[in-house]
């Protein structure tokens, strides 16, 4: 069994603390906002009554609703198990298997043990695999591909696949984690975690209510209305909203914000915004490695894909125009000898029933003598897919 040595460090956050920037930032990058288009994703196509879900959780195979009875299992849009327990739950997470095998399923009731979902039919108390035994588990954070933090009342933990680390603080609990950092808030200030020198940095902001840390390593932190993204070391504001910032969650390439009720999100320096979202003003958000989004709120659950103008020709960039350039452009480039211009974004839209009848239902395109891979058909597959065919 792994984590049988359990290195019990008590390590004030404020003895490793480096100072943040002491004069306010001043840079105010503003961005033009463009428009998020939302979609609803249907997840439970049968209507199954699962209760009062407070928690999700989602790997490759399995999708977890904790909640009001117990822990509902499902996989394909059907569920497969309801395994009685805990009635509510304050976190759930996907986290590297302790036994160093895949991933573990695991939620955090509101008792504040751990548990984890074992089979189909067993909630296993892991409090103690971890040392938390008499903690009030609360938070449950990745940090990387192999170490996943604890937060509990008085203090975190982290579990890097070997040992487990205590540590005070923070007071108000964990928010977020990824690309090797944690953030969190406390004393006027979001803190901000370094697995790799084990320091915490301070980032001065009174206000702030929420932080996510973006597919960069970046910081994001809501605050009343502003949105700040850390730049060369500071806290930099990259917009002003119209609303409050509810909020904050990592999702892939994206990161989501309520504000107000809507939904926005920024994805690197891009910013969009949805319009008639409706979110219920006490959501919850969780993220999909995906990019896709689960909101949690008292009127139930919803699950959300987004996309922005810019997001959505980067993503064509990024997966169809290498497929067209090596298997498409001796024909379709502009003025090409097919008469049809596929070298860009809106050609494909136009055509997107077209090429899908052609190169993956009757496969006469490319034209025999023109090889393609299976995989650079299912990246049309899915492209397709993503563009809503
Ligand atoms: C060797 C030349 C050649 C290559 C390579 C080729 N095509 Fe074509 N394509 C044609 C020609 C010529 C036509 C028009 C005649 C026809 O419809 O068969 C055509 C027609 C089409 C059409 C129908 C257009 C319309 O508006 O009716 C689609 C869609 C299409 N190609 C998609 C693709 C895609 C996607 C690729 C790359 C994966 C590709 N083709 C590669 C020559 C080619």
Redesign the pocket.
Known sequence: MKYALIAALLIGCGSGEISGPTAPPQKTVSKELEALTVRNIDWNAAKVDVGAVSAIAEDDEELVLFGSKGATLMAGGAVHGVIPGAAAWTAAAAIPAADGVGDWIVGAADTGRLFRVRAESVLEDISERYGLGADKVRTIVGIDKTSVAFGFEGGLAIADGEKVTRYEGPKSGLLAGGGGRLAWIDGGAVKVFTLVDRKVRSFPLAEATGAAIDSAGRVVVIAGRTLWIESDGVLTVRWTADATFGAIATAGPRVWMTVGSELAVATGDALSKSSGANVANDARLSGTPAGDLWIVASTGVRKVSGSAPSEVIADWEATIKP??AK??????SPG?????D?STYDG?LQ?KD??N???LVDR????K??P?EES?RSV?RDWLTRAGR
């Open positions: 497929v067209y298997v498409c452009a001796s024909c379709h090409g000898t097919a008469g049809s596929l494909w055509r077209k090429i009848q052609r190169v006469t395109m490319p034209p003598g023109t393609m650079e049309i």
